[in-house]
Structure formats: structure tokens, C-alpha cells
């Protein structure tokens, strides 16, 4: 069955991610169960329904063992998932150590790691090396499944070097990557030892596409600055060849250094000290999910997070009233979204965010209340959400603690206006079309592509 357009009615779409939907935990010899993944990435494709979708990744545990692979293989099918089986080596060096500890980090402009320098620089060719081995074994996977046809869907910083690889196994495949973290200035690229050979892989795709305008613009720097390319209105040109780049818009945290918590809470103390009326009257619930928990810097981000909240506790609790409650820990989605609807002000205070679906979904769940989201203006969403919100530098303490004095202030009529705002923002711009558009986009280049040859 066709579409007008030559194309399959229901196409095949491969969504290749680091991380599944779903992450299993053994509870015998070839029993497994699966829980939802967190995170942005999980969130916003799992919003996708649209699509003859498979999902191909990591199940995020190592199964050494024939049996026990068989069985999750199995218990994955049912959820149209396709695991990459990757040892624990593989892990420490490409998951934490390559994606965790250098590309996640750089990428939101905390730099290369700053302790033992000297031991990272000697480290960084096995992690390197590590994570091309790994985007390998993925490429495998994919190309073991693939059926012409099908559309590749690649996804985000772990998976850099894998459309380069899947090129060499097939130059017709539909290949498109997306970036679900903020591409930083080519300044800041260019740091990275491996900076070229990430960035013309990445450019073998037939369209590149990020959350914002700003991530697309600085990848198109970094191609023209470090590779030498050409940048044009609409991608990259290597020798004749167009990567198309796009920005395409989508619309409580992980415990991750990226999202500003110590920040948040110190900000939330600066408030309680400047404003004892809301003393006993106001709490923060800081509910954070840990998460990579094998990073060195995220164990330290725990601990200091612990010790932050326990001292404010301790200065402004009271025998009957605690200001902060911090739990370690997931909710599953109605217990948050019920959360999100009882919350008078949320806030998020990245330090960097590719986009922040945490206040999509705040904002999503407030009709009835219309309570006030205070966002980071260095998460992606800012861009989109900025008119509703209250903007903040989350590395300014005094202007946060203000802006918590404004949002609890706030008059009912100016919160629905703000709320209005982002109401319909969030519920025009939603998953489905984020994908429909790049899906779309992604097969005309092909077809573009197609022209550009028999010219
Ligand atoms: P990131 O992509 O960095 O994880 P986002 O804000 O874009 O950040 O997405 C986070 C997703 O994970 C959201 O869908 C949110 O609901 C979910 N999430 C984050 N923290 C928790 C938590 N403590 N419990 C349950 N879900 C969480
Ligand atoms: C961010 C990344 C995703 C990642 C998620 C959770 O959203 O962009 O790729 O899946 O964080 O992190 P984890 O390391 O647990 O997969």
C-alpha cells in the first residue's frame, strides 16, 4: 500500500537510542522485568505513536550470559524494542566515561573534566575508542534489522559517530540524527580532541536536527570554523553533498549537575531569609531522580545536595513544618502529573538544558490552577516558554530568591495570562508533530538527494 509520494503507508520508522523506554532488572535465570525509563528523551518519544515504530538501544544492564540475552531479547519484542548488549567495560568507558563524564558535560558548557586533568587526557583515546566501538555495535544491530524502506532515526550525544557508521553499510539507508542537549558555541566544540572526526560523522546523515535555532546555528559554526565546510541557509555542503540542518521545536528533575539543584535550593534559602512571613507557609519539594549513578562527579552532586538541604532544614525547620523536602527518587507519571497540578510555582534552573520537558509538562498539568513556572533562561524552553514564564539566570541566587518572591505574589489575572500563553504553546507544539516533521523532513532529503543524482 502507497502514499501518492511513493512512499510506504505505514513506514517503517527505527528509533536508535542509547537508552530504551523501558530498562530491565533480572529476577532469575531468564526472567527479567521492565521498568519505564526517566528522562527527556524517553519522555518525548514516547509521545510518538504515529509511527510503525522499533526501538533499538540499551536495556541499561550487562548480561553476560546466553540464556539471560535470549530472555530479555524476548521479553523486549513485546515491546517492539531491540536491545544492544553491551559489557560492562563498554560501559564504563563509553557510557560513563566518553558520554558521561566529556560530551555530556561539555556540551552544556561545563567543560572538559577539570581534576586530573593529565589522567583524563591519557584516558580520553580508550573512551573515544571505546565509544566508537559501541556506536558499532549499534550500527550492527540496526543493520541486522533493517529493511529498505525503513527510515533510521539516530538519537542524541552517545550516538555520534553511528550515522557515518551506517553509511558504510548501506549509502541508501534514510539516516537522520537528533540532538536532544544544547550544541554549544564552536568555541567550546573545538576543545574536544575528537572534535573533526564526531562532527563529519554526525554530517554522513541526511538531516542533523536540534531543539532550537541557536544549537542548529553553532553546529553549522563549528563545520565551517573546524571542518572548513561550507555553511548555507539550509545545512552543510561537503564536496556537492547537503546535510540538511533543522531546527525543530518539541515541547522535577534528574539528579544531575546540569540542572542547577544545589543553585535552586540555595536560592530557595536565600528567599526563607529574606522573607520570614512565608516562614512554615511555603515548601519546596525537590523530588530528584539519581540517576548515572556510577559518575564519580554525579556521587559528589548527591552528597552535596544532601548536606545543602539538610542544613536549611536544619536553620529554618520547626518542630511541626519542614521548608524542604528532597526525595531521591522516581514517580511514576500520574503521581507527578497529580504533583505538577497542585504546585503554585515551579522551578527549573538549569545550568544548561537542550530543552526541559519537566516544564512542558508542569505547564500542561496547570490548567485548572494556572500556577507560575520560573525557568532557567538556559534551558532550550526558554525560547518558546519565555513569554509566560518568569526568566532567570539560575547562577544569580538573589535574582532567583526574587523571582520566587514574585511568583508567589503574583496576581491571579497576570498568572492566567502567563499561563495562556504557554497553555497553547505547549499543546500546539506537541511529540507527534516534533517527529511527524522530522520523519517528514528527513525522507524529502532523500528524495532531494535522489535529484541532486540523477541531475
Ligand atoms: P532530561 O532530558 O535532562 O532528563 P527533561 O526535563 O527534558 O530532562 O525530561 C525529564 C523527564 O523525566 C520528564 O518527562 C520527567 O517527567 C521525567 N522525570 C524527571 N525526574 C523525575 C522523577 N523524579 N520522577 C519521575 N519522572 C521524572
Ligand atoms: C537526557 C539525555 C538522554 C538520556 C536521559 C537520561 O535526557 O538527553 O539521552 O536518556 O538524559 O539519562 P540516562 O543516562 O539515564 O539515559
Known amino acids: ?55 533499538i538501544g540499551w536495556a541499561g ?53 577539570q581534576e586530573d586533568r593529565l589522567a583524563t587526557t591519557r584516558s580520553f583515546q580508550s573512551q573515544f575508542a571505546a565509544y566508537k566501538k559501541a556506536n558499532q555495535m549499534f550500527a550492527d544491530v540496526v543493520n541486522t534489522h533493517y529493511e529498505e524502506g525503513d527510515v533510521v532515526w539516530c ?22 540524527w537528533f540532538l536532544h542537549t544544547p550544541f554549544p558555541s564552536s568555541e567550546i566544540h573545538r576543545t574536544l580532541p575528537s572534535r573533526s572526526e564526531l562532527l563529519r560523522s554526525v554530517l554522513a546523515a541526511d538531516l542533523v536536527g ?12 563549528a563545520c565551517t570554523r573546524i571542518l572548513g565546510l561550507e555553511g548555507t541557509p539550509e545545512g552543510v555542503e561537503d564536496q556537492g553533498r547537503l546535510t540538511r540542518v533543522a531546527a525543530v521545536m ?60 539538610g542544613r536549611i532544614n536544619g536553620r529554618f525547620g520547626t518542630l511541626t513544618a519542614v521548608p524542604i523536602h528532597h526525595l531521591d527518587r522516581s514517580l511514576d507519571f500520574p503521581k507527578l502529573c497529580a504533583l505538577y497540578a497542585v504546585t503554585d510555582v515551579a522551578l527549573v534552573t538549569s545550568l544548561r538544558d537542550g530543552m526541559n520537558l519537566v516544564s512542558y509538562e508542569f505547564v500542561a498539568c496547570q490548567d485548572a490552577k494556572k500556577g ?29 530568591a526574587a523571582s520566587i518572591g514574585q511568583a508567589l505574589n503574583m496576581h491571579p489575572e497576570e498568572r492566567e495570562k502567563r499561563h495562556r500563553h504557554n497553555f497553547h504553546h505547549v499543546t500546539t507544539h506537541t511529540a507527534q508533530e516534533w517527529a511527524e516533521t522530522f520523519v517528514s523532513e528527513l525522507n524529502d532529503t532523500v528524495v532531494e538527494a535522489q535529484l541532486r543524482t540523477s541531475k
Open 61 to 113: 544492564v550487562n548480561v553476560p550470559d546466553e540464556i539471560g540475552q535470549k530472555a530479555l531479547t524476548k521479553a523486549l519484542a513485546e515491546k517492539r524494542c531491540i536491545p544492544v548488549f553491551l559489557d560492562e567495560e563498554i560501559v564504563h568507558q563509553y557510557y560513563n566515561g566518553y558520554c558521561n563524564n566529556i560530551l555530556w558535560p561539555l556540551f552544556h558548557y561545563l567543560g572538559l573534566p
Open 372 to 400: 507560575v513556572l520560573i525557568l532557567s533562561e538556559f534551558a532550550g524552553a526558554a525560547q518558546s516558554l519565555g513569554a509566560g514564564a518568569i526568566l532567570v539566570n539560575p547562577w544569580n541566587i538573589t535574582e532567583v
Open 250 to 309: 518539541l515541547g522535577v528533575d534528574r539528579l544531575d549537575m546540569i540542572k542547577g539543584i544545589p543553585q535552586k535550593i540555595l536560592a530557595f534559602e536565600k528567599f526563607l531569609e529574606e522573607n520570614s512571613t512565608w516562614h512554615e507557609k511555603v515548601v519546596l519539594l525537590q523530588i530528584a531522580v539519581p540517576t548515572r549513578t556510577d559518575v564519580p562527579e554525579y556521587q559528589k552532586l548527591t552528597s552535596q545536595v544532601h548536606e545543602i538541604v
Open 155 to 176: 538519537h542524541d550525544y552517545h550516538l555520534m559517530y553511528l550515522p557515518e557508521c551506517l553509511k558504510k553499510y548501506n549509502t541508501k539507508m534514510k539516516v537522520g
Open 210 to 221: 536540534f531543539h532550537t535555532y541557536d544549537y542548529a546555528r553553532h553546529f553549522v559554526s
Open 1 to 55: 500500500c502507497e502514499r501518492p509520494d511513493g512512499r510506504p503507508e505505514r513506514q517503517r520508522l527505527l528509533v536508535v537510542a542509547n537508552r530504551l523506554p523501558v530498562s530491565a532488572v533480572r529476577r532469575g535465570e531468564d526472567s527479567w522485568s521492565l521498568d519505564i525509563s526517566a528522562g527527556g528523551l524517553v519522555t518525548a518519544l514516547l509521545g510518538v505513536k504515529e509511527f510503525e515504530a522499533r526501538w
